[in-house]
């Protein structure tokens, strides 16, 4: 005669209803974080992705050598499409990775900004004989070089204008002002006023009201 099958009692059967769904809820839980892991490792990746170029992060600061020689030059861009009228301005684009197809005039100065301010004290400055501030702004640079398509693109960029020169110490609009008073009566301080006056319209100030 076979044995008869011991009955469990209550507080036997609850008890392994509760081991079965702690093991249960072990199993998802883990299951859980590893989807969690594998999406966040997708996102990061996909984030490294956007935030590279030609396998360099960005900013890339390797993108704005010879920038200075590229704005006194007024050199052309000849580069592969898209292409630019400027080569400064391939330069300053491909430096902060921006995607002329897909970014928005937003993301594309977002992106323009960072860059800028990640490199305005060392690659984005310039020396030259026909320039009397070493290592000075790339932007009072472009101007005493009488290159308005520089101007108005930094304004249009909306980048930094308030950056103060170690050397002069003196902003863009106090640089401006200082030349505009020595070549007084001339054609130059005609085209300086004029960078003045569209640089104060777009936010530049001078030392004193920063």
Known sequence: MKKPVPCLSMKEAYMRLLFFCLIACTAI?????????????TTSQN??????????????????????????????????????????????MEAACVDSENDSVEVRN????????AFENK???CNSLQFDVPNGNIIKYAAMMNFDTFIRDVI????????????DGRTLLDYLSFHIERTKGGEIEKKLKYYYGILRKAGAKHKSEL
Do not use: H
Request: with cysteine.
């Open 156 to 167: 249009r960029w909306n980048v930094n204008l308030n950056k103060v020169d170690a050397f």
């Open 123 to 125: 690659e984005l400055v």
């Open 110 to 117: 977002e992106k323009i900004g960072r860059m800028w301010k």
């Open 47 to 92: 984030a490294s992705e956007r935030g590279t170029q030609s396998g360099k992060t960005c900013p890339n600061a390797e993108k704005l050598e010879q920038i200075c020689s590229s704005v006194n030059a007024m050199e052309p861009d000849d580069g592969p499409s898209p292409t630019y009228r400027y080569f400064y301005q391939r330069q300053v």
């Open 29 to 41: 839980s883990a299951f859980t974080q590893n989807a969690l892991a594998r999406d966040v490792s």
